[in-house]
């Protein structure tokens, strides 16, 4: 991803979270349920596979059409679908950025993920490829007809201000470990940079490289803080924590390199440090760490006229 291909597509997936895209009536079966009887509901259906479940909700497992024709190589007999299943299942949950699920699907070349509430750790839906694609068409349309109405009305800010010298300071606090709100500050961002009349393209990066920062503070620190600075000419953003900071920043911007700890992977949050994603929206970057004292990451984004 380099900051001049970033498209809306790409952003989105940042900016929507699962249970915006995922299918919430699912077709389910029981380990109970005859492989001769699962025939049928994947046919039936028109579908490749579905998750198992038992004492309502509770995901156990999930069976594909894969499973299914290596039980009809095997002999076919009429086993149970528990017998042929895949028990230890790769999930979504309901409340986490889109862009895991798309990184969940496309790094383990899987079709569809089950996904989890969060608050119960029961199914709550289902989500494959072409309903991420779906989801993100629909929220393009909205965004279109939000455009055309902020387009009638919306000026530049600082073309109204008269002074030799005008800048806008905002501040997002990050609380670590708040999955809940990840997200959160990059999505305020953006829309206060929209409304400043900020061109949507460098909205768009400025959101990505805040997330990036915004998840990097929720999974590794305690917390900490981002402030943007929005001028005429530059959006300057920075992320400070007092967290455990970054022995090899060298080897952090490596793509997919992860220091995440596995309470993290668990909660259904696959981390990247993503700082190779920042600074690819960037156009320039400074990251200084110390050990045990913290992080501060200094990025800036030019301010373009395009609209």
């Not at 070349?109 to 694609?133: H, N, Q, W, Y």
């Not at 279109?144 to 902020?150: K, L």
């Amino acid at each position: 991803m380099t900051s001049e291909g970033l498209t809306r597509i790409q952003e989105l997936v940042y900016e929507l979270r699962v249970g915006d895209v995922m299918k919430k009536k699912v077709i389910t079966v029981t380990p109970a349920t005859r492989l001769n009887d699962l025939r049928g509901i994947l046919r039936d259906n028109r579908i490749s596979g579905t998750p198992v479940v038992e004492e309502g909700r509770k995901l156990v497992g999930i069976i594909s059409i894969e499973d299914f024709i290596s039980w009809l190589a095997d002999g076919g007999d009429n086993c149970t679908v528990a017998e042929w299943m895949t028990g230890e299942v790769v999930t979504a949950y309901d409340d986490e950025p889109l862009v895991q699920a798309v990184n969940k699907l496309e790094r383990l070349g899987f079709g569809r993920l089950p996904v989890l509430s969060r608050t119960t750790g029961e199914l709550a839906g289902i989500v494959t490829k072409g309903d991420i694609m779906a989801g993100l068409l629909h929220k393009l349309e909205i965004d279109y007809h939000n455009a055309e109405i902020r387009k009638a009305r919306s000026s530049h800010i600082f073309e109204d201000i008269v002074a030799d010298r005008t800048a806008l300071t905002l501040e997002y606090d990050v609380p670590g470990g708040n999955f809940s709100r990840a997200g959160v500050s990059a999505g305020g961002l953006k829309t206060t940079l929209l409304r400043l009349g900020i061109a949507a393209p460098t909205a768009r990066r400025a959101a990505i490289a805040t997330y990036e920062a915004e998840m990097n503070l929720i999974f590794f620190t305690p917390g900490g803080r981002i402030t943007a600075r929005v001028d005429p000419a530059t959006i300057r953003i920075e992320a400070v924590d007092e967290g455990p900071g970054i022995p090899d920043i060298e080897k952090a911007m490596e793509p997919g390199f992860s220091t995440a700890p596995d309470w993290v992977r668990e909660l259904g949050f696959g981390a990247g440090m993503g700082l190779k994603n920042i600074k690819n929206c960037s156009d320039r970057m400074n990251l200084t760490s110390t050990v045990g004292k913290g992080t501060r990451l200094e990025v800036d984004i030019s301010v373009r006229g395009d609209k």
